[in-house]
């Protein structure tokens, strides 16, 4: 036999992957650059098929980059200037070291910097795809935006956060695009739909941080360098969308109200301009005056191969989103100094609302408390004093479920110091078969138009009824049961004395026995499936029992939230039947 | 009275003056005196017998007891004058001490800032200031140098592009490059459910070991990384303290974490069950139990049926034979054999009576004198036909014929092993049979011709341990079942033709289909392994079945029995259709005893009905 021998892993995915260090030493990069690379280029370990072949055999624990994205990072500009910035750093300390001082801002003025615009073009080489990938962008710059200003990153870092996150909300509340708001333990979760994509993002609540020491915040700022990077463009890009300006401005108008009265100047206007900014209560500026001939009624393009219950069904859709978009339009709100002023005032400007506050809380307040135009005033409070009449108090989670239920809610429930009703997730789309909580039920029925509230008072009571009658028919049941017994064993006394009397031998009058069709026929399919079962590959069977299991498990799991639902309701009622009870006695 | 002198009655007594010096008045401390007067006697200190309360006396009448000091250096009570008292406050205000100092008196400079035409001195000018400086000329040359090597570059202009600026404007969505065909995006963040919310359903709180659980979990392992918690109002949330850890985590996970593109098994699971034939399309096969045959008192181990299906006969642990009606259950003949049955055969030549049992070392051949007279009688005469040959032959077994008492019964001959025997079979034409033997040398199989009366072994070598052994029905095949394969002999041309991999553990019980093309074997790993014998030597099929054991063919019908209950397998063999192996009935009845439940099957040989005989001593007829 003729022709070289063949090595093992010279050919195939051996040669596809490539160790981390291996990488490193390919790029001559220290780990901690390395690490800044990837994070910004978004390279990513990838899990190979077969990871003993790539691992030559051994099954050690490794991770594998691309061998095609190490070797497209050898060409990346960036690697250049992170060795530029470690040339100076050891030339500034050493001119630190020597006390030369002219060196040293010599030094400090040509500081190498570099710029990510491109890795944000080439990381997303449309917009969509950055509207996609905007999640943790945001998520994180709003975290940023909350740290404090000392030392665990740079101060220039958060407040280009802020600015960035505030610009964004501004552009948000331009275009109207908020979608869902979801106050959770963790944060506030706000989905937005930009462009068509669902951009999803959460936010702290407004409280110091405790910051953990077992977070690498390097990790964490290179992110972040990254993400405003981005961020910015997409500012960018968005305003330019709607026509407004970039970076915003505040309506001329607007920047007027907002001036103090008494003519004492606040700040500079350089200063108060991101305070401004994130008031957001003013509207931006334009490019082009907005006139309102421009809103142009969108031509209907029938698509092929669509019918007309389609189209109705698309129509109807648009519909109850621009009902949605103009929700508080006409509501004027005031918000108490102990309500979170920021998300609310975002949220309620997003649906079309006025917002205002007390004027010590924030600038940017545009009415009083004594307002007699305000229609909501959210607190809260257990109690109110000194109420305005021709307003409504309300909690804030109105606010916020409203906006999910896209319906202006009854407000009896969410009045000052009320139990206020469960805020359930608008996130969770309950497929066939998984539990869905009964207010849940509720909200779907008020938004179908049914007003069920009333129904269920009713039947609550007859319930009550009901259950009266129910421990009067058991006590019935008992007595029937013992009669029963007795009868039983008379009878048996009976035939004791008949058996006494006739042969051992007797024939018992046969039963008839009733054949259920249904159950019959159902016991045989069921019979024939397990037969068939039987006969699965063995492959098949696997899947299909994990499957199964799958959903086994799930009916399991809604199973048991309905009986502790259940139980939960009983004790309630038991409680209140007692409260009654005492009450009436 | 005085004031002044209430406070110091013995002040003019004595002379009041320090003679000791500037030293440290501990050293008077316990002493009456401080120092000594010109005579060199004792200068007494002030007599200080106050208590308490003569000290609150005074602090309260003495209206100067608060300029009033104590002189550490005589130890006499001083009453500071008014002059003394300002100094003390304008020091406690930190002023000066001396009221007339002014500290802001206006600044006089020593040289004024006009110019003046006078110079200041009178000093003639330094040389150095009219020659140019050679340090500063070394200073600059090495800069000029450093210029002209390129080692000190100019300072770069500012960089005036904006920072952002519309980044996406020559988007053209088909220049993506190829790297994003192999771009795993990342998932994006699970969305929150109701449980996560301030103010959740109560359905969705942890009860108490539910709390209690998820604190034991692994926090890796937990479904949920938080626990559901409710507050009244949102002025009671407080703020998530793993927040940062979670933006943090989710970092690593972006560039940390290994990522693989997972195809989602997106099937209906009914799709997976195959298609099979309906059973009812498939009838007739037994459905329900017909008939149960009492009697035996132990575990019943075989069955066997005579050709014609009118009789049945069954082997049993408790050491007897019975014969049976098959139509009635009733047992016509008991015969006992003084040993445990291991397994019975009917001779399937139907002009033949007559019944294979093995009893411990031997196998007897039993008449059991039922159905057509004539018939059992021509097979009396056929074995009483024999003639012994002239010269005797090495045989490996014993022919020894029954007794008299033994003939009564039936037994007509039996022969003679040297081991335990644990299966006979016989071949289709009634004349030759197979015995096994539980034996490790080459002498495990044996095949025996009843009318001549002569054994022989047809092995040279022990090729493992044998199961079973079975013959072909129509050609003169003879398959040899060890524990992991089925080796399939030619008997004409004595060499091995195939051998079988069943790919199964321990082989149990081997079947053939009547036609002869197909062999199921068992095994006690629960497996059923399908051949074809004219395709290859692997299972053509092998199915997990919950059976121990296997056995019967005739008809289409295979059957297939489990340890609890009975199953049917059936064979569909369609010339135009591949053939199929079917489940169609499950039947039930036997009772679990010792762990054992149906320990074997058989089929009728015209009818399909099955028979099968269980641990519980009971044999049961399917119809």
Partial sequence: MGGLEKKKYERGSATNYITRNRARKKLQLSLPDFRRLCILKGIYPHEPKHKKKVNKGSTAARTFYLLKDIKFLLHEPIVNKFREYKVFVRKLRKAYGKSEWSTVDRLKNNKPTYKLDHIVKERYPTFVDALRDLDDALSMCFLFSTFPRTGKCHVQTIQLCRRLAMEFLNYIIASRSLRKVFLSIKGIYYQAEVLGQPVTWITPYTFAHDHPTDVDYRVMATFTEFYTTLLGFVNFRLYHSLNLLYPPKIDGQADVELKPAEGKEYAMDSESYLEKLSALSASLARVVAPTHEDEVEMDEFPVEGETAEQMDARKKEQDALEKHKKLFEGLRFFLNREVPREPLAFIIRCFGGQVSWDKSLCIGATYDVSNPSITHQIVDRPRVEQQVVGRYYLQPQWVFDSVNAKLCLPVADYFPGVLLPPHLSPFVTEQEGDYVPPEKLKLLAMQRGENPDEESEEEDEEEEDDNDKEEEEEEEEEDESEKEEEMKLKKMEEQKTQSNKALPVKVTAGKLRLEDRQRLEQEQQSEEKRLAIMMMKKREKYLYKKIMFGKKRKVREANKLAAKRKAHDTAVKEEKKKSKKARRA | ?623
């Avoid at chain 2, 132990?298 to 014969?323: A, E, H, M, N, Y």
């Avoid at chain 2, 009606?325 to 008991?334: D, H, L, S």
């Avoid at chain 2, 095949?477 to 992991?484: D, I, N």
């Fill in chain 2, 1 to 623: 009275p005085c004031p002044a002198l209430t406070p110091l009655p013995s002040a003019p007594l004595q002379d009041i003056r320090n003679t000791v010096g500037n030293i440290p008045m501990e050293w008077y401390q316990d002493f009456p005196h401080i120092g000594y007067n010109l005579e060199g006697k004792r200068i007494y200190k002030p007599i200080r017998n106050k208590d308490e309360l003569d000290m609150f006396l005074e602090k309260m009448e003495n209206p100067d007891y608060w300029r009033t000091v104590q002189d550490k250096m005589t130890g006499a009570d001083i009453k500071l004058t008014d002059e003394q008292v300002d100094l003390v406050h304008r020091l406690q205000k930190g002023q000066f001490g001396d009221v007339h100092f002014n500290p802001y008196e206006p600044a006089v400079d020593f040289f004024t800032h006009e110019v003046m035409i006078h110079p200041v001195t009178n000093r003639p000018a330094d040389k150095r200031s009219f020659i140019p400086s050679l340090i500063e000329k070394e200073k600059v040359s090495k800069l000029v140098h450093a210029i002209k090597m390129g080692w000190i570059k100019p300072r770069k202009p500012k960089d005036d592009t904006p920072t952002y600026y519309d980044l996406w404007a020559h988007e053209d969505p088909n220049s993506i490059l190829g790297r994003h065909k192999m771009h795993v995006p990342a998932p994006k963040m699970k969305l929150p459910g109701h449980e996560e919310s301030y103010n959740p359903p109560p359905e969705y709180l942890l009860s108490e070991e539910e709390k209690l659980a998820w604190e034991q979990q692994e926090p890796a392992e937990r479904k949920l990384n938080f626990v559901p918690q409710q507050y009244r109002c949102l002025r009671a949330v407080p703020a998530y303290s793993r927040f940062i850890h979670e933006r943090f985590e989710r970092c690593l996970d972006l560039y940390l974490c290994p990522r693989q593109r997972k195809m989602r098994v997106n099937v209906d699971p009914e799709d997976l069950i195959p298609k099979l034939p309906k059973p009812r399309d498939l009838q007739p096969f037994p459905t329900t139990q017909a008939l149960v045959y009492r009697g035996h008192t132990s575990l019943v181990r075989c069955l066997s049926i005579s050709p014609s299906g009118q009789w049945l006969v069954s082997g049993s642990d408790d050491c007897t034979v019975r014969f049976w009606e098959v139509c009635t259950a009733r047992c016509m003949k008991t015969l006992p054999v003084g040993g445990v049955v291991k397994s019975v055969a009917w001779n399937p030549n139907p002009t033949i009576c007559l019944v294979a049992i093995c009893v411990e070392q031997s196998v007897l051949l039993v008449n059991p004198c039922l159905g057509d007279k004539l018939l059992y009688g021509a097979t009396d005469q056929l074995l009483e036909s024999y003639v012994a040959p002239e010269e005797e032959r090495v045989q490996p077994v014993q022919w020894v014929m029954a007794t008299m008492e033994e003939h009564s019964k039936g037994v007509r001959l039996v022969i003679q092993h040297s081991k335990a025997v644990k299966q006979v079979t016989w071949h289709g034409k009634g004349d030759y049979f197979a015995s096994v033997v539980s034996d490790n040398s080459n002498m495990q199989v044996l095949i025996h011709q009843t009318s001549k009366r002569w054994s022989q072994n047809p092995f040279r070598k022990s090729k493992g341990l044998v199961q079973c052994v079975l013959f072909h029905p129509i050609r003169p095949y003879f398959f040899v079942a060890t524990q992991r394969y089925v080796r399939v002999y030619n008997l004409l041309k004595q060499e091995l033709t195939k051998k079988l991999m069943t790919n199964c553990k321990w082989v149990s019980s081997m079947a053939i289909h009547p036609g002869g093309d197909n062999i199921i074997c068992g095994s006690y790993d629960s497996k059923l392994a399908w051949f074809d014998l004219d395709l290859s030597t692997r299972p053509y099929q092998l199915l997990r079945a919950c059976g121990v054991t296997l056995g019967g063919t005739p008809g289409r019908l295979e059957g297939g029995s489990q340890s609890p209950a009975l199953t049917c397998l059936l064979h569909h063999s369609d010339l135009l259709q591949n053939p199929l192996l079917v489940p169609v009935k499950v039947l039930k009845g036997h009772v679990l005893t010792l762990d054992l439940g149906v320990l074997d099957v058989l089929f009728h040989p015209t009818q399909p009905w099955v028979f099968s005989s269980g641990a519980d001593g009971t044999v049961r007829l399917y119809t």
